[in-house]
């Protein structure tokens, strides 16, 4: 079902851009980690006003090593795979206190988890919160594996990609099967916003943050986040390797307002997945027919992405 | 005054308290037989006679989790549930009670799975005794009512900030139809003012709930908790105390009754024990030498109150309403065996695991066990009552 929203929001420019990160240097995450960078960049585009739930995960060991943290915003961690449901309750609660007059101003709620809080265990959660219609963003930042744990395999993870629950051998090519489409099974709720976004794309993720708060409802962004460590990457080539995502097609940017499927960005002349997969050691047992696949595979993803956006854009109507 | 009387079925005397102590949000998913409060709960809501958020999760791990979430924000919370429901929010019951949430839940005990009944014994909450939450039981529809408003006044207490469960029996206490005295709204404001947390979620004063416990910290923490869960046991005897002056009914954290001083008592927690108060009544007019102590505080497990409770004492007769498969008898049983260890006057310690899965315990049948312990025939350890044979 398509519903035409308009979404009133500042928009961020190279000159306007928010300088103040709610989470403090000092953290420990890995040199170069996509995480933190996405969700530091969530945070300077969020501002104040926020209340965060964090699930389980390398976010919430390198924040909050007690007595010590890194936010400056207020932050709860529960458990795994209950984030969307915790932040359910805030959300829930924050409105009862709001309309009661107990608070002056509805703060905006963000959860953060990562792709195996996401994809795999807590699904139910983030589905039932989807469903139910919280006013909420919900951060999905997707490193493609259980980093935290030691680089397992999660259903997020991209055929090909060795893991240390889905590794390549003499039988094997490491994780066999394809990487489940997270942003698609959001906007199957029909929730009024849902957005891919990548943080070497700093300022369409940051518009991207305020989009999702503007819009009344859930909002979901699914955020690319290079792990230099579970990938096998130099930290320094973090960036540059969520770059090649995006204009090899293999981490289209789109977003999908009211149902409606808006690509952001479409290289002009797209790179062969080969650039994004040589750097990586995760995919280094591939061989050409392997690469061969994976573009196929990227191409056909494109093209179906493409139809959609056709499909549901108001320009064929 | 006269306060009026009504005939009403006990989930829904709980709702209505919940209802009388302006429970702000309540996050709840459908099991049987705790569904009458929560589908009541919702009716209020739906119109407008609760000031409240009704969360209608996707299962009991979320009920729990957004449970925890609208506490931390600030607001009053409840919510309710039976079972596996219980046994599925097992992982976030720690947590609330960690991050010193003042939830309140009720417990419809029900058995746990399997083989799958929806029929009541203690077997749901006795697999939650070491979660950390007060945990309270009530034998019928006035107490669930009082206790359900007490249990906030104690949950949100600064000295205390825990999350309380208030047990009640599955179907023998929560659908049977009984009278009960409502106090009016203005009492209910008067004993229970508007909760006021210690700390919440808030922009303007930011704060980090639930960091990693490093191993320098972690048994402090655990420490902390726990001592605030022993701390608790004074304070839920003043708000006792308070219900008591407020609305009229008298409790204390352990109970007695039958002849004074008598040599055997039977030991019981939740709704049986109104049957077995019966059959101890007979007893007595029959000059048995019987009486019985009615555990009303679970946990914190109030050991002086019940050690006075039971002085002179020679036997004790647990009614056990669950297993501890593998250990030497039922929970109930091995918490008095380890109060009594090494004490000199010690009571005997005979242990009836009964009425398991729903299985019916008539007046008649505690008797029985009464007649068996006297003539020493009730293993000392423990007997799962109409299945190992006692006969004489």
Not at chain 1, 64 to 73: D, E, I, V
Not at chain 1, 199 to 218: E, I
Request: glycine letters at 8%; charged letters at 20%.
């Amino acid at each position: 079902m398509l519903t035409d929203i308009a979404i009133d929001y500042e928009k961020i420019t190279a000159k306007n851009l928010p300088k103040e990160c709610m989470i403090s240097s000092g953290h420990r995450a890995c040199q170069g980690c996509g995480e933190i960078l996405a969700m530091g960049m969530v945070t300077k585009a969020a501002g104040r006003d926020i209340v965060v739930a964090n699930a389980t995960g390398c976010m919430e060991i390198v924040t909050s090593p007690y007595p010590q943290t890194a936010w400056k915003l207020p932050w709860m961690h529960v458990a795994f795979e209950n984030t969307a449901a915790v932040g359910s309750g805030i959300e829930a609660g924050l409105k009862v206190l709001h309309r009661q007059g107990k608070i002056k101003k509805k703060p905006h709620v963000i959860c953060f988890a990562g792709d195996g809080a996401t994809a795999d265990i807590g699904l139910q959660a983030l589905s039932g919160a989807l469903e139910r219609g919280h006013d909420m963003l919900y951060v999905c930042l997707d490193n493609e594996a259980y980093m935290n744990t030691g680089i397992q395999r999660s259903s997020s993870t991209p055929w090909g990609a060795t893991t240390t629950t889905s590794p390549a051998g003499r039988q094997s090519k490491g994780q066999h099967t394809q990487k489940k489409n997270l942003p698609l099974i959001a906007a199957a709720h029909g929730i009024p916003y849902v957005a891919t976004a990548s943080p070497a794309f700093h300022l369409d993720l940051m518009n991207k943050v305020r989009k999702a708060l503007a819009v009344d409802g859930p909002a979901y962004l699914h955020v690319y986040a290079p792990c230099p460590t579970g990938w096998g990457l130099a930290g320094a080539k973090s960036v540059e390797i969520a770059r090649l995502a995006v204009n090899t097609k293999v981490f289209p940017l789109y977003e999908v307002i009211g149902g409606r499927f808006v690509i952001s960005r479409k290289p002009a002349k797209p790179l062969p997945v080969l650039d994004y997969l040589k750097p990586q050691r995760r995919f280094r047992h591939l061989g050409e027919n392997d690469v061969a696949a994976i573009q196929r595979s990227v191409d056909a993803a494109w093209d179906y992405l493409e139809r959609l956006a056709k499909a549901t854009g108001k320009d064929e109507e | 005054m006269l306060k009026k009387r009504v005939g009403i079925e006990v989930s829904l005397a709980v709702a209505e308290a919940v209802k009388l102590a302006r429970a702000q949000v309540v996050s709840a998913y459908p099991i049987t037989p705790q569904t009458h409060i929560v589908e009541e709960l919702s009716t209020y809501v739906a119109n407008g006679e609760l000031d409240a958020e009704f969360i209608p999760v996707e299962s009991e791990h979320s009920a729990m989790s957004a449970a925890v979430g609208a506490s931390a924000a600030g607001a009053r919370v409840y919510t309710a549930t039976s079972s596996q429901g219980l046994a599925l929010m097992h992982e976030i019951l720690f947590i609330a009670s960690a991050q010193r949430l003042p939830i309140v839940m009720t417990v419809a005990n029900r058995s746990l799975s399997g083989p799958i009944s929806i029929w009541n014994d203690h077997s749901d909450i006795m697999s939650e005794r070491d979660i950390g939450w007060v945990q309270l039981f009530v034998e019928d529809g006035q107490e669930a009512t009082e206790l359900t408003i007490a249990a906030f006044k104690i949950a949100e207490d600064h000295r205390v900030l825990l999350p309380v469960a208030v047990n009640m029996d599955g179907f023998i206490l929560t659908h049977m139809i009984e009278p009960v005295v409502f106090p009016e709204q203005a009492a209910v404001d008067a004993f229970l003012p508007p909760y006021s947390p210690a700390m919440r979620l808030d922009p303007a004063k930011p704060v980090t709930m639930g960091p990693v416990g490093v191993p320098e910290v972690y048994m402090e923490a655990k420490k902390q908790c726990e001592q605030a869960l022993l701390d608790s046991k004074a304070v839920v005897k003043e708000v006792l105390g308070e219900v008591n002056t407020a609305f009229g009914r008298k409790y204390d954290l352990v109970e007695t009754n039958g002849r004074k001083k008598a040599k055997t008592l039977f030991v019981t927690m939740g709704s049986l024990g109104e049957s077995v108060w019966s059959a101890v009544d007979g007893l007595n007019e029959d000059g048995e030498d019987v009486g019985q102590v009615r555990i009303r505080l679970w946990r914190p497990f109030p050991v002086k109150e019940f050690k006075k409770a039971c002085k002179g004492a020679k036997r004790l007769i647990v009614i056990d309403r669950a297993m501890s498969p593998g250990s030497i008898c039922g929970p109930v049983a091995q918490e008095l065996k380890n109060i009594y260890y090494g004490d000199k006057d010690a009571p005997e310690i005979v242990d009836v695991v009964a009425g398991l899965g729903g299985r019916d315990v008539p007046v008649a049948d505690f008797r029985e066990m009464y007649r068996l312990a006297k003539k020493g025939k009730l293993d000392k350890t423990y007997t799962l009552w109409g299945v190992d044979s006692n006969a004489d």
